[in-house]
């Protein structure tokens, strides 16, 4: 079906420690994902992308993995910080004619001082 | 840096009212998108729109509807307003072509339908 997923809907670390936020997406044929950042009364900001000929991408301080077998995507997060603290979101394309993205749910990340 | 703006940030309605949300991006995009998101929900996407005076159905459109006359402004009506409507709305703008596919938000605007 049409759907972007997220395995937890809150995910609380220790400032310093690494994050793992996980997504789960439906359509196989998916051939571009990003994830977006929002924070307590923003918008979602774009952290970072990957497209489906790619394993992994990365940018500061945050990788994306994709793996295609089992249609899975993750967003780690290296040394987090308190102002990582947001809702993420996982989107995938779902047609690139016009520029529709299908949302995941969301993920809470709390990070204790 | 690309900005998208929304004229309100907060607005209360009454049920029945006609309500106009609006929205401007200034980087020329040919893509603009109208969510609504709420708890547990994520982002749903209520119309878009890939070109001036082009508009397509999302995922929940009914009740809205759009209207796009020039290329940085997107506008969403809600012909009359109900207490189900009450959400946080947030618009987006996107480059039609291109290697990304990256969404551009604005701040949303917090309706709340009394």
């Known amino acids: 079906g049409e759907s972007v997923g997220l395995h937890l809907p809150t995910l609380s670390v220790q400032e310093g420690d690494n994050s793992i936020i996980n997504c789960a997406y439906s359509?196989?044929?998916?051939?571009?994902f990003i994830w977006y950042k929002q924070e307590s009364g923003k918008g979602p900001q774009f952290i970072i992308d990957?497209?489906?000929?790619?394993d992994k991408r990365q940018g500061q301080r945050v990788t994306v993995l994709l793996n295609k077998t089992v249609k899975h995507l993750s967003l780690q997060i290296a040394a987090t910080q308190p102002g990582d603290s947001a809702v993420y979101f996982c989107a995938e394309i779902w047609s690139s004619n016009t520029g529709k993205l299908i949302f995941g749910q969301g993920t809470t990340l709390q990070v204790k001082p | 840096d690309v900005k998208v703006t929304q004229s309100s940030r907060y607005l209360v309605k009454r049920t029945g009212e006609k309500v106009f949300l609006e929205c401007v991006q200034d980087?020329?995009?040919?893509?603009m998108f109208w969510y609504r998101q709420d708890p547990g929900l994520g982002l749903r996407l209520i119309y878009f729109s890939y070109d001036v005076k082009m508009k397509e159905k999302g995922d929940i459109p009914e009740g809205y509807s759009v209207s796009r006359e020039k290329k940085e402004r997107f506008s969403l009506i809600l012909e009359s307003a109900s207490t189900n409507q009450t959400s946080m709305y947030l618009c987006?703008?996107?480059f039609g072509r291109g290697t990304s596919y990256e969404q551009y938000f604005g701040p949303g605007t917090r309706l709340t339908v009394t």
């Open positions: 987006a703008s996107s």
């Open positions: 980087m020329d995009h040919e893509n």
């Open positions: 359509n196989s044929a998916s051939d571009y």
């Open positions: 990957i497209r489906s000929n790619m």
